[in-house]
């Protein structure tokens, strides 16, 4: 209604050039349409790009539940074929365990060993205060690397079984007691005689079978 209005007042003006009143309507009306055509499109693709986005995560999530679900039934099926040995069958597997563990364990005690004596062995060397703090700083940084790389590798080969064997060889040994009370060495070994801990344990109850 507003517009009716505008043009009846305006209607003397746009009778005395109608064809520039029309091309500017049609520019007017078409730099309108382009905007809004700008405009929603922009919507749009922000709203797709949105929608792919969720695709993404539900596919990754997805994925995961999969893995997920894996990692259960391997563990499970491990652990049935744990409950289900034999005496004989698990002291040999707790044993095969055992020699694992320590062959880790003495390559990874070789290794702080060698670290140690390099360390040591260039701080005796006169060295100035400078080179001195540039070693220390080489010697902490490769030790904690080294104290990284074992315990990923302990996680990875070791826990998640040595846990599962401790477990079962503890059901049919009630009476044995540990000669220390280190148990949570078998999820979260602090040092090497954590290590020593895991493994000397396990070996006495497999021989205790």
Not at 86 to 96: I, N, S
Not at 116 to 134: K, Y
Request: hydrophobic content about 40%.
């Amino acid at each position: 209604m507003e517009l009716l209005k505008v043009i009846k007042a305006e209607w003397a003006v746009i009778a005395m050039a109608p064809f520039s009143f029309l091309i500017l309507a049609a520019l007017m009306f078409g730099a309108a349409y382009f905007i809004a055509c700008w405009r929603y499109t922009a919507v749009i693709e922000q709203v797709k790009a949105t929608s792919e986005t969720l695709k993404e995560r539900l596919h990754l999530r997805s994925e995961q539940t999969e893995a997920y679900r894996e990692k259960a039934a391997k563990y499970d099926e491990k652990l049935a074929e744990v409950v289900d040995s034999g005496e004989t069958e698990l002291r040999d597997k707790t044993l095969k365990l055992v020699a694992d563990l320590r062959e880790f364990i003495g390559r990874f005690r070789r290794l702080e060993t060698s670290t140690h004596d390099t360390r040591w062995f260039s701080a005796g060397l006169g060295s100035s205060e400078q080179e001195q703090r540039r070693g220390w700083d080489e010697y902490s940084r490769t030790m904690i690397n080294s104290t990284y790389e074992r315990n990923d590798e302990y996680d990875r080969r070791f826990k998640v079984e040595a846990m599962m064997l401790r477990d079962e060889l503890l059901s049919r040994l009630p009476g044995y007691e540990s000669e220390n009370q280190c148990g949570f060495s078998y999820e979260r070994p602090t040092n090497l005689l954590g290590f020593d801990f895991v493994a000397d344990d396990l070996e006495r109850m497999a021989k205790a079978l």
